[in-house]
């Protein structure tokens, strides 16, 4: 921004280019945004901000983000309208939101809020993992590994399929292949190999 534009103008900015996505030219076109906006709706969008910050937490059972102690789907699974036994693990909160989207899975989910990465120094005190291995305690007979095919995700579930495993509780992991309407020619060599190592019978 030039040297005659209004410092706040300048700080409101750098904030939006803070979230991930937003480069420094959308950060800019949003601050300006902001100041042809009516006072009361910018005091309105940043309350509902500081709200959200302060009123969502991690559910005390899966970790997904919920208002309560225990998340609407845990609460399901307790009420026997979702199965507890099957445990969906995945790296975040929007994971559950794409699963539950399919309407197909009716488990219950663990999200880890990361994946384990030595290169970052992302170990296994750092994502949740130690409540993982509490709920394994209880009655539970199979845990779906659905992380992401990076390198990240694989690493995270060979590493807790290797924990799990030796307890004798059945470890799976998400098959990935082509994308439905796709052509072979097109996908990439990672999923091809995928999808050929996940074939099904038919
Ligand atoms: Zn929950």
Redesign the pocket.
Request: net charge neutral; charged share 0%.
């Given at each position: 921004m030039a040297e005659y534009t209004p410092l706040p103008l300048i700080l409101a900015a750098e904030q939006f280019a803070r979230l991930p996505g937003i480069g420094m030219k959308t950060a800019q076109r949003l601050a300006y945004h902001i100041l042809t906006m009516p006072s009361g709706e910018v005091e309105h969008f940043a309350g509902t901000l500081v709200s959200a910050r302060e009123s969502v937490r991690c559910?005390s059972?899966?970790?997904?983000f919920?208002e309560k102690e225990?998340?609407v789907?845990?609460e399901d699974g307790a009420d026997g309208k979702r199965n507890g036994t099957i445990i969906c693990v995945v790296e975040a909160p929007r994971d559950v939101t794409a699963i539950e989207r399919t309407g197909g899975f009716d488990g219950s989910?663990h999200v880890l809020h990361g994946l384990l990465s030595p290169m970052d120094g992302t170990g296994p005190e750092h994502i949740r993992m130690k409540e993982l291995m509490a709920r394994l305690s209880g009655d539970v007979g199979e845990v779906i590994m659905a992380t992401n095919p990076t390198v990240e995700g694989e690493a995270t579930a060979s590493y807790i399929c290797r924990l799990i495993k030796p307890m004798g509780i059945k470890v799976s992991r998400l098959a990935y292949g082509l994308p439905v309407g796709a052509s072979l020619e097109f996908a990439d060599d990672v999923t091809l190999v995928r999808a050929m190592e996940n074939r099904n019978l038919i």
């Open positions: 559910c059972v899966c970790q997904n919920t225990t998340c789907l845990c989910y």
